[in-house]
Nanobody, 119 residues
Framework: QVQLVESGGGFVQPGGSLRLSCAAS????????MAWYRQAPGKEREMVAT?????VTMYAESVKGRFTISNAKNTVGLQMNSLKPEDTAVYYC???????????????WGQGTQVTVSS
């Protein structure tokens, strides 16, 4: 079994910055991609940023130039700058990985961390 544990959410004023972190632990053979998604009240969950094990990144248009995703051994971070009220949401960490060399690809989610941007 694999666990993803997020940290770093909180309250910030518009224009401020926050950094989210997520650590994966448990039975992990190889992580292919890690990502951040978010879900605002009344809206569907949406992709914010993804990063492959090789460091290839992809961002939602709404966060390009403001957010930066990074990874290290079994961890992923999201540096969020110039935050806007519309960035308010629960942010979820995601990992696509193999638990063992002969196991199928598995998709895991963290429990979510609240980010609130308000004056």
């Amino acid at each position: 079994q694999v666990q993803l544990v997020e940290s770093g959410g909180g309250f910030v004023q518009p224009g401020g910055s926050l950094r989210l972190s997520c650590a994966a632990s448990g039975s992990i053979f190889n992580i292919y991609t890690m990502a951040w998604y978010r879900q605002a009240p009344g809206k569907e969950r949406e992709m914010v940023a993804t990063i492959t094990s090789g460091g290839v990144t992809m961002y939602a248009e709404s966060v390009k130039g403001r957010f930066t995703i990074s990874n290290a051994k079994n961890t992923v971070g999201l540096q969020m700058n110039s935050l806007k009220p519309e960035d308010t949401a629960v942010y979820y960490c995601n990992a696509v990985l193999l638990e063992h060399s002969n196991s199928p690809l598995m998709n895991y989610w963290g429990q979510g961390t609240q980010v609130t941007v308000s004056s």
